[in-house]
């Protein structure tokens, strides 16, 4: 077992959860009604080792909206569809040290990475660019649904549509991209800025979102199911960028202290995968500043301690 002493594991995760759970701090995105009315008060932490143990509190069973927790899952189908060498012909690597809509491009031109929001633009537009839009809709959606061992993966509607309502700046972001000439050639980029609406809106519970983040841990493995989803090199690569350009404007913040690649979206989930050992979700919707989740990043620090995950933690 690679926990021995998951019920230990166990209790630590609930005392962590009591604590947290006091912390009231951040406020609901209010960018679109569908996140600002969102009960506040939804907490959840969920586990899946490696090995398939599993432990969860709180409002584990309560779907979320993904947001930005779309962009890690969907690099790595990007990668495995191309390899890295075409997929960073068109995006960067480099965290953009800037909030996750900020409208500027790096000095080529491109994205600075694929966990922000220009960047993850640009990767929708590399999905599957030869099928109709609701094949690649589909395509990503198994990949969610094969990753959380076969689980029931979700879509907002309502989200989607006030997503596409208040979308200046991600129009924005796709036209300085069409002007700079950095997307491939016959990119539709109506049709690309409604792909990355939907992979925004997809809804999945922590309990299911821990285990896709197990199956990151696990290498590409769905550790329940033993089906292999993504190359190990694919999920190296993805990991490395979550490590470096996760959690926005935090991220260099967050690879300090916290130490282990995690992503975060503008619904309240921080996701977090402790590589060889098990994958995490912290689900609050009260976000900070930056947007990412007060507790999530809170949960995490306390379990990190606890833990002694931190990349450097074994020196
Ligand atoms: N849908 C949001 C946007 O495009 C996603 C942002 C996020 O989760 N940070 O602005």
């Not at 490590?243 to 926005?248: I, R």
Request: glycine letters at 6%; one cysteine or more.
């Amino acid at each position: 077992l690679i926990v021995p002493d998951f019920s230990e594991f166990t209790e630590s995760i609930e005392k962590i959860y009591e604590i947290v759970k006091e912390v009231k701090d951040g406020e609901n995105a209010s960018y679109i009604p569908q996140l600002a009315e969102v009960d506040s008060n939804l907490f959840s932490i969920a586990a899946c080792t490696v090995d398939g143990q599993q432990c969860d509190i709180g409002d584990s069973d309560t779907y979320f909206c993904v947001q930005s927790c779309s962009k890690a899952i969907s690099y790595c189908i990007a990668v495995e569809e191309h390899g890295i060498d075409y997929v960073h012909k068109h995006v960067g690597k480099e965290p953009s040290g800037a909030s996750f809509n900020k409208n500027f491009l790096n000095p080529d031109n491109l994205p600075h990475n694929p966990m922000i929001n220009s960047g993850a633009i640009m990767i929708a537009a590399l999905i599957s660019p030869d099928l109709e839009m609701y094949k690649r809709y589909e395509y990503v959606k198994r990949y969610w649904s094969s990753l959380a061992a076969g689980a029931r993966v979700g879509f907002q509607n309502a989200t989607y549509l006030s997503e596409k309502d208040t979308a200046s700046r991600n129009f924005c972001l796709g036209h300085m991209m069409m002007d700079a000439k950095a997307f491939p050639e016959d990119t539709d980029l109506d049709n690309i800025l409604d792909f990355y609406f939907q992979l925004c809106s997809l809804e999945v519970t922590s309990k299911d979102m821990a285990i896709i983040a197990a199956s990151l841990a696990n290498g590409g493995v769905c550790p329940m199911t033993n089906q292999r989803i993504f190359k190990e090199d694919t999920v190296n690569h993805c990991l490395s960028l979550m490590h470096s350009c996760g959690m926005y404007d935090y991220s260099g913040e967050w690879a300090y202290s916290v130490g282990i690649p995690a992503k975060s979206g503008v619904g309240g989930c921080v996701f977090l995968v402790v590589p060889k050992v098990m994958g995490i979700c912290i689900f609050s919707p009260r976000l900070d500043s930056r947007g990412n989740s007060v507790r999530g990043i809170e949960a995490s620090k306390l379990l990190l301690k606890e833990y002694t995950m931190h990349r450097y933690d074994n020196l």
